[in-house]
């Protein structure tokens, strides 16, 4: 197997952990390997690159692959039902770590008391795992933030391997909570203090939640009453599209760092809106039969967003579109460019070509073709303010604040959450309402302050 630059795979809490198993298992599938490490695909192209995301560990005459990946969570429950699950065999036994205690949805103990009695062990892990690496290129880290653990100890490792491998990149794929899919009251602070983390300490966080997973599963889906796995295999089928060009060959975005570049126009501004097409019910897939035009509008249209917000109020500052299957590139790219010309409102001028396209021709199991978008909105403060607007009405009256301060946090840390998640929501404003004539003005307005600085 050619060495590949590595990922490593950071699964904290429940929700990180539980999306992570299926996860492992779509990856497994699309690699032709089988749940002890086994490979038994056909298609050469399946161990080009499994490399990005799996140890070759060779014993005797026979090759396994184990993922590259450290399961972590406050209490035992979710890690022992991974190890005694179906693929209890296929990670390495001391890539499990959990205390006893829980964070019960506390950020502060996540992040601050339990977690913190954890993270060193963690790090020794994540050493060893990177030590076996020929050229690490980042990690990626899958949590929630609306509990304790995922948000909590999930940050804290975050700005750790920050401090550890600062050169590498930090890729996170975090669950937000939405209003009407609540799982704890606290969420509003937890998701809160996490954000304000995220935005100092992660190079890519790939925004999902709830709400759009409900949303995509009743109408698209037509499953009436989702459940827990049947959003988790849609978060899973997001990340293994999101993956595809760093997993297999293809001519694009091949790496986290190729990615990033391509996305963030700045630093601040790295959070992401993940889309996928086609999503239909199972019923009507027969009588499926999708253009690369149309695959192209669904990936920019509300109802195939993995983020409830809509992309018709905010512009795109950039894109990334990932297509998968037998698919040409002068018609994808075709394709693109046209949904660029009849929406030019909704994408900003002054970044010209801002939409990449890769291709990859290994499409996903049991489909011909699908394609996958990662898109820089404006649109996500919509989220963000969401999100301060219940943190604020709970915050003015101090209310549930006793189980963060008795934590020893300091409640000058929400004020400096809610200012920072303030400005972020400022700064998309201020780049959606840019212009080109704007610009130009403002740096006729540098130039001319310049000289009376010195």
């Known amino acids: 197997m050619p060495s590949s630059r590595e990922i490593l795979n950071v699964q904290v809490g429940q929700a990180g952990n539980q999306v992570g198993e299926t996860f492992w298992q779509m990856l497994l599938a699309e690699h ?55 693929l209890g065999d296929l990670f390495r036994p001391d890539t499990y770590l959990h205390s006893n205690s829980g964070a019960g949805n506390n950020w502060a103990k996540g992040y601050y008391t339990e977690g913190a009695e954890l993270v060193e062990s963690i790090l020794d ?29 999930g940050t804290l490792m975050l700005s750790k391997l920050r401090e550890e491998f600062p050169d590498r990149m930090m890729a996170t794929f975090s669950i937000l909570p939405s209003p009407k ?57 997001v990340l293994c599209g999101v993956s595809t060009s760093l997993r297999f060959p293809g001519q694009l975005n091949g790496d986290l760092r190729k990615l990033g570049m391509n996305l963030v126009p700045f630093p601040r501004l790295h959070f992401l809106m993940p ?44 894109a990334a579109t ?82 963060y301060t008795g934590e020893g946090m300091d409640i000058m840390e929400f004020s400096e959450a809610e200012n920072n998640t303030r400005d972020l929501i400022a700064e998309y404003q201020q780049y959606q309402e840019a212009t080109v004539d704007e610009e130009a003005e403002y740096e006729q307005e540098e130039a001319e302050e310049e000289p009376a600085e010195e």
């Open 32 to 86: 032709g390997i089988d749940n002890s490490g086994t490979y038994r695909g056909t298609d050469p192209l399946q161990l080009q690159r499994a490399g990005v995301y799996f140890d070759e560990v060779v014993s005797g005459s026979t090759t396994r692959f184990v993922p590259r990946s450290v399961q972590v969570d406050l209490e035992p429950g979710v890690c022992n039902r991974l190890r005694n699950g179906v």
């Open 125 to 153: 892990i994540i050493r060893r795992q990177s030590e076996s690496c020929d050229a690490l290129q980042g990690f990626q880290i899958l949590h929630s933030l609306g509990g304790g653990t995922g948000a909590g100890l």
């Open 181 to 237: 899919v609540s799982e704890t009251i606290v969420e509003p602070y937890n998701a809160m203090l996490s954000m304000h983390q995220l935005v100092d300490n992660s190079d890519l966080t790939i925004c999902i939640d709830n709400e759009a997973l409900y949303d995509i599963c009743v109408k698209n889906l037509k499953i009436q009453t989702p459940n827990f796995d049947n959003l988790n295999s849609l978060v899973a089928q």
């Open 275 to 318: 889309s996928y097409a086609p999503f239909f019910d199972p019923k009507a897939k027969q009588f499926e039969r999708t253009s690369i035009a149309e695959l192209t509008k669904a990936l920019f249209d509300r109802k195939n967003l993995l983020v409830a917000c809509d992309p018709r109020f905010g512009r795109y500052l950039t």
């Open 322 to 403: 990932i297509f998968r299957g037998n698919i040409s590139s002068r018609e994808a790219e075709v394709a693109v460019h046209d949904l660029q010309a009849k929406n030019s409102a909704h994408f900003v001028e002054w970044i010209p070509d801002n939409v990449s396209v890769s291709l990859v021709r290994v499409p996903p199991v049991g489909q011909t073709q699908s394609a996958t978008a990662l898109s820089n909105s404006t649109a996500i403060q919509e989220l963000f303010t969401r999100t301060m607007e219940s943190f604020s009405v709970m915050f003015k009256r101090k209310a549930f604040l006793h189980w």
